[in-house]
C-alpha cells in the first residue's frame, strides 16, 4: 500500500516536473561552461593579456570607472576574470520609501584590468543586445524561466518537489523484502541492453538515478538555496550551526542609509587590506588575493572581497570568496564572513555554491556538470515514456476488462431469450 502511494507520488511529481527540469538541465548543462561560452559570444568583454604586468588596484579601477560613467555611481568593482574586469552600479535610492530603485539602461561595464579602459557594457540577461547577451540570458532562462519573481518562485517549488522526489525515486528502486536484498538491489543498478525498448528505458531510467542520486541531491536541494532561500534557511538552521545571511542583512540594514561615506575608494581599500591583514593573523587564515570591492548606501558600509585559503571556489569569484564589511565613515569593522571553518552550515552552503556553480575540480567537473545536465534530461524523458507505456497497457487491459464483461452479459442475455439454453422450454 505504501508503495503504491510512493509510485504515484514519484509518477505525479514527475510529470508535473518534466517541463521545468527539461529547460534547467540543458542550460545548465551550457552554463557549466559559462565563462569559456563568454569568451565566444561576447570576446569584446575580455581584455589582451598582459604577461608579467600587475593590474590595476581596485580603487584606481573604481575611479576610472566613475569617470567613465560619471552620471552614476559605482557599486562594486570585481576581478571577474583575469582578464576582465566587472562593475556594476548603485542603485539609486527612494527618499521616500528609503528602498533602492530600479538602475535604467545598461547595468554592467567591463573594464581593462590593466589599462582601465572600457571593454564594453551591457544590460545584463537583455537577448535584444545581441550575442553580448547570450549566456546572461541562458543564465537567466535558469534561474528565472525569464518569468521574473514568478519564474524564481515556481522554480523554488519544482526544487523542494525534486530534492523530495530524490528520496521517493531512491525508495522505490529497493527490493520489496529484505531476502537476498543486495543480490536483488544489484539489478536495479545495471542496464539490460537486451531487453525490449521499454525495459531498455525502464533500466536506464532506475539506473542512472541511482549512480547519480548523490549529485542528483546536491543540484535538487542547492537549487532550493536559489530559488527558494526561506525554506532552504529554515531547514539547514534545524540541521547545522548556522548564520543565515538574512540575519546577517537585517543588521546590516538597522545601520540606515548613508549615500555619502566619508571613505572615499582610495581609503576603502587601505582600510579593506589593513583589516585583512589584522584578521589574517588574529584567526589563522592566509590572504591570496583580493577580488572585489563594493560600497552599500543601505547600512552605510564597504565590502572588501578576498581570496584566501578558506575559500572553496578555484576561480573566478562571483560569490565565494572571504568578506570584510566595515563602516564607510570611520572603517571600523562591522563583520567578516568566512566561507569555511566557522559554522558548519556555512561551510556546506559555501560547497553548494561552488558545485553547482562547478568553481572547483577544474575541467574534469564541468564536463561531469555538462554531461548532468543531459542525463537528467534522459531520466525526464525516460520518465515520461516509461509513463506512456504504461497508460497505454492499463487502457489495453481496461478495453479488454470491458470487452470480456461485455461479452459474458450479451451471452447471459441470449441464454436468458433462450428458453431452450435455460432448461425452461415448453
Known sequence: MIRSIFVFLHRLVGLAMTGFLIVVALSGSLLAFNTELERVFAPQLFAAPQQGVAPLDLATLAERAQAIVPDRRVGSVLYAEPDQVLVNFAHPIDRATGKPGPVTGFDQLFLDPWTG???????????????????????????TLVLGTLGSFTLGIVAIAWTIDCFVGFYLTLPNSLGGFFRRWKTAWLVKWRGGTYRVNFDLHRASGLWLWPMLFVFAWSSVLFNMKPVYFWVTEKIFDYQSPMVILKEVMARGVNDAPALDWRAARANGKRLAAELAKERGFRIVAPLGLAYSSMGGVYSYEIRTDRDVFERSPKGGGTVIAFD????????????????????????????HMTRVFGRPFQIFVCALGLFVTLLSVTGVYIWLKKRRARKLSTNRSAVRSNGKELRLESDASNPAATGHSR
Open 328 to 355: 564607510g565613515n570611520d572603517g571600523s569593522l562591522v563583520r567578516l564572513r568566512l566561507p569555511t571553518g566557522e559554522h558548519a552550515g556555512n561551510t556546506v552552503e559555501s560547497w553548494l555554491y561552488a558545485l
Open 117 to 143: 579602459q572600457e571593454l564594453g557594457r551591457r544590460t545584463r540577461g537583455d537577448i535584444s543586445e545581441g550575442l553580448v547577451n547570450l549566456m546572461p540570458f541562458i543564465y537567466k532562462l535558469h534561474w
